[in-house]
């Protein structure tokens, strides 16, 4: 048998075993040096996550106005007391003497009170709105849990493909050499020498197309963690399946406590209470005032004391307005609550399909194609050896080893990235 030939069918029986893929990837395979590459496992880049993730701090962010709303609707009157203070020089001319100067005051107190139960309407309404902030905050962490799994699954995956497709080129090149010396020599045929040559560029396309890849999704997985600098991660774990843990019936039984659909649940809440709220400011305030004052001249004062009750007439503004508008906030508030309702539970049955799916097809990868690619790349070596196959049939057998490693690559990303999916849908693990 020709030793180069041989040495590619044995490495590449090496590369379809099951276990290759399954080790951490050094930072030789990146397309950036290796001082720029952070090592991060994943529950490291989760706690990153949930200190730094933009889109997580903005949502926080909003949890001071609605704190400061729903402090302001405690308060004991909406409307605040209001304080006046007259102060009045007069100069009253005198037959036959000089004017009389007199200083006169007035100061009074008024305060408007609400008719229309305005006061607990807009208790519920800014209470319901802090909940819902509360529970779309506890959403949008589970959200950047999601996403940052997935991408950093996604970014394990690809080392694992860089890392074989490196080793992928290295077989080809030497093959292809070979081949090329082989023929100079009179021994091989220029149809071996060009296919050699073809699968050789074949493999560094590959390697490039994954290098760029992984060096897209380390530039998002990095902007998610918001690492500082140029430094980009570099993913240190298993992409071996783990355990689900759970059933179907579990994820359905924990669909109340989905933190999204409790804030929906909430929003309409409040937007009913903001509903009952306009309604009820139909109603007048009723503005009640007590003023004091001292009046006349210096001989003569006068001391005043007056009790004024003002109502305004509703007779042209109605709100009209505010009404309409949170009726159609409150009318879509439902319509949203009740579309996440029908659609979550679906949305859950789907992907526990598509999950359990993906872990069979991962399976049968593992336990059924690879030992069956293996087993024909040891046949092959025997029938080369033999005269029985040209280089044709070796490299179709080796490009199908190659293949099934890489779908299986593929396979193990996708499962991550639906499980990870799943639970965020479901609302798992409950908290």
Same mark, same amino acid.
């Given at each position: 048998?020709?030793?180069?030939m &041989?040495?590619l069918?044995c490495t590449l029986?090496?590369l379809s075993s ?10 030789? @395979? ?8 952070t090592?991060?496992?994943?529950p490291e $880049? ?7 993730n933009p ?5 926080q ?9 729903n ?9 605040n007391p209001?304080?006046s203070?007259?102060?009045t020089r %007069?100069?009253?001319?005198?037959a036959?003497m000089?004017? =009389?100067r ?5 100061g009074g107190?008024?305060?408007?009170f609400?008719t229309?139960? +305005?006061?607990g309407? %807009?208790r519920e309404t800014?209470?319901?709105a802090? =909940? ?8 949008t ?5 999601s996403?940052?799994s997935?991408r950093?699954?996604r970014?394990?995956?690809l080392q694992?493909?860089?890392e074989?497709?490196?080793? !992928?080129?290295k077989?080809f090149n ?7 010396k ?6 091989d ?5 060009n296919v050699?040559?073809?699968?050789a560029e ?6 490039a197309? !994954?290098q =760029? +890849?992984l @060096?897209?999704?380390r530039? /998002?997985?990095?902007?998610?963690l *918001?690492l500082?600098g ?5 993913a240190q ?7 689900m843990g759970f059933a179907?019936s579990?994820l359905?039984?924990s ?5 999204r659909l409790l804030a929906l649940?909430a929003?309409?809440k409040s937007?009913?209470? %903001? ?7 139909r109603?007048?305030? #009723?503005t #009640?005032?007590?003023n004091?004052?001292r =009046?006349?001249?210096?001989g ?5 004391? @007056? ?5 305004? &007439?509703p ?10 508008q949170?009726?159609?906030?409150a ?5 949203e609550r ?6 979550v539970?679906a949305n859950v049955i789907?992907?526990w399909s598509?999950v359990?799916?993906? /872990?069979?097809?991962v399976?049968r &990868? *593992?336990?059924v194609?690879l ?8 046949l092959s070596?025997k029938?080369r *050896?033999?005269?029985?196959i040209?280089?044709?049939?070796l490299i179709v057998?080796n490009r199908q $080893?190659?293949?099934a ?8 990303s996708?499962?991550?990235?639906t499980?990870?999916?799943?639970e965020l /849908?479901?609302?798992?693990p409950? *908290?």
């Amino acid at each position: 048998m020709r030793p180069n030939m &041989l040495a590619l069918a044995c490495t590449l029986l090496f590369l379809s075993s099951p276990g290759f893929g399954q080790v951490t990837p050094v930072a030789s @395979t990146a397309t950036v040096p290796a001082t720029e590459l952070t090592p991060l496992s994943l529950p490291e $880049a989760l706690a990153k996550a949930a200190l730094s993730n933009p889109a997580l701090r903005a949502k926080q962010a909003q949890l001071a106005a609605a704190e400061g709303f729903n402090t302001d609707a405690k308060s004991l009157l909406f409307n605040n007391p209001q304080l006046s203070v007259d102060k009045t020089r %007069r100069v009253v001319p005198q037959a036959g003497m000089g004017p =009389e100067r007199r200083n006169e005051w007035n100061g009074g107190l008024s305060q408007a009170f609400e008719t229309g139960g +305005q006061g607990g309407f %807009r208790r519920e309404t800014a209470a319901s709105a802090l =909940e819902a902030l509360r529970y779309e905050i506890v959403d949008t962490q589970r959200q950047v849990r999601s996403d940052v799994s997935s991408r950093f699954y996604r970014v394990l995956a690809l080392q694992q493909r860089v890392e074989l497709e490196t080793q !992928a080129l290295k077989l080809f090149n030497d093959a292809a050499a070979a081949v090329q010396k082989r023929r100079s020599a009179g021994e091989d045929t220029k149809l071996d020498a060009n296919v050699a040559l073809v699968e050789a560029e074949r493999a560094r396309n590959q390697l490039a197309q !994954a290098q =760029e +890849q992984l @060096t897209e999704e380390r530039a /998002e997985l990095a902007a998610r963690l *918001q690492l500082v600098g140029p430094a980009l991660p570099l993913a240190q774990g298993e992409l071996t399946p783990q355990a689900m843990g759970f059933a179907l019936s579990d994820l359905l039984d924990s669909l109340d406590s989905q933190p999204r659909l409790l804030a929906l649940v909430a929003r309409e809440k409040s937007a009913n209470s %903001r509903y009952r709220l306009e309604r009820a400011s139909r109603s007048p305030d #009723v503005t #009640v005032g007590l003023n004091v004052g001292r =009046e006349g001249s210096l001989g003569a004062r006068e001391r005043l004391t @007056t009790i004024s009750v003002s109502v305004p &007439l509703p007779l042209f503004k109605r709100n009209a307005a505010g009404i309409g508008q949170a009726s159609s906030e409150a009318t879509q508030a439902q319509i949203e609550r009740e579309s996440a309702q029908r659609d979550v539970r679906a949305n859950v049955i789907s992907l526990w399909s598509r999950v359990n799916s993906q /872990e069979q097809r991962v399976r049968r &990868l *593992q336990d059924v194609v690879l030992p069956a690619l293996t087993e024909n790349l040891s046949l092959s070596v025997k029938s080369r *050896q033999a005269g029985q196959i040209g280089l044709l049939e070796l490299i179709v057998v080796n490009r199908q $080893a190659l293949d099934a490693r890489r779908d299986l690559i593929e396979a193990l990303s996708e499962y991550h990235s639906t499980r990870a999916a799943l639970e965020l /849908e479901s609302g798992w693990p409950k *908290q």
